[in-house]
């Protein structure tokens, strides 16, 4: 069955960065587009950035875009998300997902990132 695990979150200052990693399995993973999506207590769901099945095209979200980077490794089922010069709003419970005609149809369970000082 279609598994995704992330992993990678934690407790970081301002400025500081993260890697986020999401283990795939289950499906083809290089025939996907992958997404990173996130969500803060009591906010909808926000979408952050998605790439391309052989990792070529890539879309940010404005509010990341020039400090997250998104990146898969299809030999490892692997998708990424570099987080640079992070920010107390980008403090959120970060997901990664697979989307299929339209709407996500698998999500992960989820990993924290917390921004503070």
């Known amino acids: 069955q279609v598994q995704l695990v992330e992993s990678g979150g934690g407790l970081v200052q301002p400025g500081g960065s993260l890697r986020l990693s999401c283990v795939a399995s289950?499906?083809?993973?290089?025939?996907?587009?992958m997404y990173w999506v996130r969500q803060v207590p009591g906010k909808g769901l926000e979408w952050v950035s998605h790439i391309y099945g052989d990792g070529g095209i890539t879309y940010y979200a404005d509010s990341v875009k020039g400090r997250f980077t998104i990146s898969r490794d299809n030999t490892k089922n692997t998708l990424y998300l570099q987080m640079n010069s992070l920010k107390p709003e980008d403090t959120a419970l970060y997901y990664c997902?697979?989307?299929?005609?339209?709407?996500?149809?698998?999500w992960g369970q989820g990993t924290q990132v917390t921004v503070s000082s």
């Open positions: 997902a697979r989307r299929e005609s339209g709407a996500y149809d698998y």
């Open positions: 289950g499906f083809t993973f290089r025939s996907y587009w």
